[in-house]
T-cell receptor, first 114, second 113 residues
């Protein structure tokens, strides 16, 4: 079985501040981990993915995430928030039971204040 | 390269009715997955189609059914609509059933009244 917990349904930051969105996973096998972003009235766009290569993964729009097996975490960070980063962010895990179907977290809404 | 497209964008149906949602996969992709995203929730896997055959199903009742066509486009059909079926329905295509990378369409917003 696999699952994802995203801590905090809403995260509010000021423009230019550090963004940290938390994700903890549960998986019976080495996981594949993903972060997706969803803008209002749009589908999901892949930000970055971890597939057992480098533990620090860089994605689009300046985001990165670090896989920490000991903490079963895959937190998403960005050094400096832009207003355009305001969106819903989803963490997802796949790989358990040989399945490539991702299990998504409930999402974290990122709010960026000017 | 054409991305994943879905139609219609929005749909309003009455409880008990039936609905069909459509998805065109990205060029070169033979696998389509469907997800239901209720308000304030993450996407929930409904089922996946690979080369016109169902290739996995989530915890959804049989009134949720699907098809995949020879050109790899797909339909999601929902019978006997319930109020709780109101959600954003997302289609995602991938290059193969063994591919972990999925490309999502913009979704169809279904409202059941």
């Amino acid at each position: 079985a696999q699952s994802v917990t995203q801590l905090g349904s809403h995260v509010s930051v000021s423009e230019g501040a550090l963004v940290l969105l938390r994700c903890n996973y549960s998986s019976s096998v080495p996981p594949y981990l993903f972060w997706y972003v969803q803008y209002p009235n749009q589908g999901l766009q892949l930000l970055l993915k971890y597939t057992s290569a480098a533990t620090l993964v860089k994605g689009i729009n300046g985001f990165e995430a670090e896989f920490k097996k000991s903490e079963t975490s895959f937190h998403l960070t960005k050094p400096s928030a832009h207003m355009s980063d305001a969106a819903e962010y989803f963490c997802a895990v796949s790989g358990s039971g040989g399945s490539y179907i991702p299990t998504f977290g409930r999402g974290t809404s990122l709010i960026v204040h000017p | 390269e054409t991305g994943v497209t879905q139609s219609p964008t929005h749909l309003i149906k009455t409880r008990g009715q039936q609905v069909t949602l459509r998805c065109s996969s990205q060029s070169g992709h033979n696998t389509v997955s469907w997800y239901q995203q209720a308000l304030g929730q993450g996407p929930q896997f409904i089922f996946q189609y690979y080369r016109e055959e169902e290739n996995g199903r989530g915890n959804f009742p049989p009134r949720f059914s699907g098809l995949q066509f020879p050109n790899y486009s797909s339909e999601l059909n929902v019978n006997a609509l319930e109020l709780d079926d109101s959600a954003l329905y997302l289609c995602a295509s991938s290059q193969d059933r063994g591919s972990y990378e999925q490309y999502f369409g913009p979704g169809t917003r279904l409202t059941v009244t």
